[in-house]
C-alpha cells in the first residue's frame, strides 16, 4: 500500500483519476487479497465517477517470472494508447478471500473502452526477493 500510495503521489494524480489497474495477479490464495485490500485501501478514500477496472495479464500469456513486470507495463501502455481495457480471460469465479465489497471496481473479464479520451493504468509487481514496485502509466 505505502509503494502504490508513493506512485500515486509522484505522478500527482488522485486514486480515482485511475482507470485501470493491473494487478500482478497470480492467482493465489494469499497473494491476490493482498493486493486487492491494498488497491482497495487506495481507492475507497476517494469517490469514483467510473468504477475502476481491474485485470491481470498473466491469464493472456502466464507468469514470465523476471520478465512479469514488463509484459504488465506493455500491456498498461497499450491500454492507455487504445483507451480500453483488455480483459483477464479464463476468470470464472473471484477469489474467495478477495475483499471487494464497497469497492467500486470491476474485474473486467471481456475488454472495455475507457469512459474517457485518456486514462491512467498502473501496475504492481511483486519480486520473489521481496522487491515492490508499482508505475502509474497516462495516454
Given at each position: ?24 495477479g ?6 491476490d ?9 487506495v481507492?475507497?478514500?476517494?469517490q469514483?465517477?467510473?468504477p ?13 517470472e523476471?520478465?512479469?513486470?514488463m ?27 478477495l ?15 475507457f ?13 520473489f526477493?521481496?522487491s ?8
Amino acid at each position: 500500500e505505502q509503494c502504490i500510495w508513493a506512485a500515486v503521489r509522484e505522478a500527482q494524480m488522485s486514486p480515482p483519476e485511475s482507470t485501470v489497474w493491473e494487478c500482478h495477479g497470480t492467482g493465489t490464495s494469499l497473494g491476490d487479497p493482498i493486493e486487492v485490500g491494498a488497491v482497495k485501501k487506495v481507492q475507497i478514500r476517494h469517490q469514483r465517477l467510473e468504477p475502476l477496472m481491474i485485470a491481470s495479464v498473466k491469464s493472456n500469456i502466464g507468469h514470465l517470472e523476471g520478465g512479469a513486470g514488463m509484459s504488465a507495463m506493455c500491456k498498461c501502455v497499450i491500454q492507455c494508447q487504445r483507451t480500453m481495457c483488455c480483459p483477464t480471460l479464463h476468470l470464472q469465479e473471484l477469489n474467495p478471500h478477495l475483499e471487494h465489497s464497497s469497492f467500486d471496481a470491476v474485474f473486467q473479464t471481456e475488454a472495455a473502452n475507457f469512459h474517457y479520451v485518456r486514462g491512467h493504468s498502473q501496475v504492481s509487481s511483486f519480486g520473489f526477493g521481496g522487491s515492490n514496485g508499482h508505475a502509474v502509466f497516462w495516454g
